[in-house]
């Protein structure tokens, strides 16, 4: 182990994080009565320029009446290269109370821009007398950003996410993208012809880069990877095989832009029960080859060693958050 450990951020359930428009509040109570851990109520993309300043208010009102239950509760600030930044921080962390939880900043660039919102946020926090401090979550969604990602990442104590924004990343990239978070049938490789007379294709993930660099910046400050959306949300299967693969990578989550991928998330990102009773095992068994003075053991035919015991520590953990 390096003499540097990382330290944990803030611990929050994070599997599935629903996208809610802060210009439609018809759809606040039924987020707030979801499944859904965490809520981002938006400022940004999802709102129109002439709506802005009704969605700021409807966001304040809702954070302030709205029984929202334990979930997370973010709100999505416009960009720092916009005007309605300074507004949406000023009015939203001065009147919305202690239920908020996190800002989630899209399009963060460098460590600067994370710079200049903790010292905004500071400065209110301090005025107002709020007594929890507010979170950090960054939407990873420009090539400035990816370069930028592992300062980005170290910048702030209060950061706790980082997020890929793949429809984003694709415009900054000028990645060549049929749908919001869905694989490109030209993305791929045929197989040798030596090897394979047939020369078959087979589809690659374009996104597989991206979302790898993401978690290892996060996991390397002590932060949550959170996969961000996926598009076409009549099409469950795609859904569950994207977020499967960034859970498999190390993602803790997924976003919902709608209803219908929520209880989806939640599968994916809930270790199964199977996966949960296999871990105890072994630390099980770990604990009793210790006690025995040996440093590796085999179970079921297969060695575990301490690196084992740190992964089924993590899952029995997750399980038992979830539990809670
Ligand atoms: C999210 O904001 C995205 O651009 O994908
Ligand atoms: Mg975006």
Known sequence: ?????????????????????????????????????????????????????QARKNIIEALNDIDWGDKVMSVRINGL???YMY????????????????????????????????????????????????????????????QNIHEIAAASKRNESLHFGVADYAASTKARTTSIGGPNPLYGVLTDPAEDESRDFHWGDMWHYAIARMVVAARANGLRPIDGPFGDFSDPDGYIAHGNRAAILGCEGKWAIHPKQIPLANDIFTPAEKEVAKARRILEAMEKAQAEGAGAVALDGRLIDIASIKQAEALVNQADIIAA
Do not use: W
Request: charged share 30%; proline share 5%.
């Open 1 to 53: 182990m390096s003499f540097t450990v990382p330290e944990p951020c803030v611990s929050r359930l994070n599997r599935c994080e629903l996208a809610v428009p802060g210009s439609s509040p018809h759809m606040f109570e039924k987020a707030a009565k979801s499944d859904a851990d965490a809520i981002f109520l938006d400022l940004e993309d999802a709102v129109a320029p002439n709506d802005k300043e």
């Open 87 to 146: 507004r949406d921080i000023v009015d939203v962390v001065e009147k919305s109370g202690e239920r908020l939880d996190l800002i989630m900043i899209p399009k963060v660039g460098t460590a600067s821009d994370v710079y200049a919102i903790d010292m905004l946020v500071t400065q209110i926090e301090a005025a107002t007398g709020r007594k929890k401090k507010i979170g950090f979550e960054h939407i990873i969604e420009t090539a400035l950003g990816m």
């Open 81 to 83: 290269d916009t005007h």
